[in-house]
């Protein structure tokens, strides 16, 4: 199995600010990684795939980034319903295998 | 609009079988190159995927869960199932059932069925 890590656990920061999301994999993936959001209390909701494609209806300012095993989501002018954890995602090979989240908090 | 809606009980004893249900609306579960997902998350926790089930019938497990999973597909209902055998406390999650197009993320979710696994 793929062990996804993902930095830091959790993030403040200010409405405004850019917020950087890690996630490193234990092997490479190429380019096949997801990033899901999800708010309290709701289902995830796909925001990246293919580590850099903006899913349908994403806002511009979610950004991915990243190949082989080192990731990132960038966040890049925080709003208040950006409050959520976020997941990384790999579907590189089976088993399946999902980080274990960052929370950012504003 | 492809839409899922996860169904199923609420409360399941220990040592039974725990069997959900996710019907599709606004498309069809034979669609080409789509794997239909189960993925659950345990009270507080991330993510855990639990079985994947393509177009063709093919059926991919969890490890951890595959001695106690079997992931089906009714086409005629345009639903597929979960079934978990000899449940225990551990197994108590909210289950998403969620579609995957072929070498992509999930990009459709269905709402959360919170299980219990109490007597």
């Known amino acids: 199995e793929i062990v996804m890590t993902q930095s830091p656990a959790t993030l403040s920061v200010s409405p405004g600010e850019r917020a950087t999301l890690s996630c490193r994999a234990g092997?490479?993936?190429?380019?096949?990684l997801a990033w899901y959001q999800q708010r309290p209390g709701h289902a995830p909701r796909l925001l990246i795939t293919?580590?850099?494609t903006r899913a349908t209806g994403i806002p511009a300012r979610f950004s991915g980034s990243g190949s082989g095993t080192e990731f990132t989501l960038t966040i890049s002018s925080l709003q208040s319903e950006d409050s959520a954890v976020y997941y990384c995602?790999?579907?590189?090979?089976?088993?399946?295998?999902f980080g274990g989240g960052t929370r950012v908090e504003i | 609009q492809l839409q899922l809606q996860g169904s199923g009980p609420g409360l399941v004893k220990p040592s039974e079988t725990l069997s959900l249900t996710c019907t599709v609306s606004?498309?069809?579960?034979?669609?080409?190159?789509?794997?239909w997902v189960w993925i659950r998350q345990s009270p507080g926790k991330g993510l855990e995927w639990i079985a994947s089930?393509?177009?063709?019938?093919?059926?991919y497990y969890n490890p951890s869960l595959k001695s106690r999973v079997t992931i089906s597909v009714d086409t005629s209902k345009n639903q597929f199932s979960l079934r978990l055998n000899s449940v225990t406390a551990a197994d108590t999650a909210v289950y998403y059932c969620?579609?995957?197009?072929?070498?992509?993320?999930?990009?459709?979710w269905g709402q959360g069925t919170t299980v219990t696994v109490s007597s």
């Open positions: 969620a579609r995957r197009p072929y070498y992509n993320g999930m990009d459709v």
């Open positions: 606004g498309g069809s579960i034979s669609s080409d190159s789509c794997y």
């Open positions: 089930i393509y177009y063709t019938g093919s059926t």
């Open positions: 092997q490479s993936l190429r380019s096949y």
């Open positions: 293919d580590a850099s």
């Open positions: 995602q790999q579907y590189f090979t089976w088993p399946l295998s």
